[in-house]
């Protein structure tokens, strides 16, 4: 699991019958510096299935992989490679637990 900061919405069309409900969303990878309050060390931005209802700006946990499809099996299987599992309201990290 991974955290990212939501910066934008890709529409898709047509959609795959099976993610018809949700939507994607362009997530910023927070690193561990950019969790800290640093600026961040990384570019990484990824593409993310959500059906929770992330708005821009928000902080989310995402799987990716075989992981992400995990929430719709075995009911039925989805072509996605990162899922929105959860919207973060605070998270704190120890300033002295990161390592340059």
């Keep these: 699991m991974r955290i990212g ?13 099976s993610l018809i409900g949700g939507r994607f969303l362009m997530v910023e990878v927070q690193d561990r510096f950019a969790l800290a ?8 931005v ?4 959500d059906d929770l209802g992330a708005t821009l700006q928000d902080t ?6 075989r992981e992400a499809t995990m929430p719709f099996y075995p009911e039925k ?15 704190e990290v ?7």
Excluded at 37 to 44: A, F
Excluded at 94 to 100: C, F, L, P, V
């Design 46 to 49: 990824v593409v993310v299935y």
């Design 94 to 100: 120890d300033i002295n637990e990161i390592r340059q």
């Design 5 to 17: 900061k939501v910066i934008g919405r890709l529409t898709l069309q047509p959609a795959h019958p």
């Design 37 to 44: 309050g640093q600026p961040r060390r990384t570019s990484e």
């Design 60 to 65: 989310i946990a995402f799987t990716e992989s």
């Design 77 to 91: 299987m989805v072509p996605l490679d990162a899922y929105n599992c959860a919207i973060l309201d605070r998270i």
